[in-house]
């Protein structure tokens, strides 16, 4: 049994799964695989807001995500109200190596024919002094983490 086949359940019903023994290791591997509390709300098929109440409200789901709710480079996408909100994550990873390596970072720079690695010196030190690196007016990365409310929480970087 995977995460998907709780979508089909009622809320209620996809929650007492959650804080079963088989509903706790299935959502620890699913960090444990990179997945966000967002994406893994989009698996099990409740709202991002549910997965962070679930999150704070019980005991057993807070200690199968605490391990992961360290801070994280992370691709945030911060479009104007035309497009989408503010701070939507796009994808986190562990070290600012896992970041540049990404397929998101290789597509971005590859789409405008060029090789990524020469700003990954800069991006490293715009991260450091300002906690963030503009890759474009839309996209930014962030070293941060994120609240039990959703709420994105800048930190600064210790690299």
């Given amino acids: 049994m995977d995460l998907t086949n709780l979508r089909p359940l009622s ?14 290791t299935m959502l620890a ?13 989009d698996i099990i098929g409740v709202t991002t807001k549910t997965m962070y109440r679930w999150q704070a409200t019980y005991p057993e789901i807070f200690a199968e995500i605490a391990p992961y709710k360290q801070a994280a480079y992370r691709i945030i ?14 994808s986190a990873y ?16 590859g789409s405008w024919g060029i090789n990524g ?11 450091k002094n300002r906690s963030t690196y503009h890759l474009s007016n839309y996209t930014l990365i962030a070293y941060s983490r994120v609240s039990a409310d959703g709420k994105i929480i800048p930190v600064v970087p210790i690299i």
């Fill in 94 to 109: 562990r070290t600012p190596q896992d970041l540049w390596n990404s397929q998101y970072i290789r597509d971005y720079f």
């Fill in 11 to 24: 809320a209620a019903d996809k929650l007492q799964l959650l804080k079963s023994t088989g509903g706790l």
């Fill in 117 to 127: 690695d020469k700003y990954y010196p800069q991006c490293l030190e715009s991260l």
């Fill in 29 to 41: 591997n699913s960090l444990a695989q990179g997945h966000s509390l967002r994406q893994i709300a």
């Fill in 77 to 90: 996408c911060a479009y104007d109200a035309h497009n989408t909100i503010k701070g939507y994550i796009h």
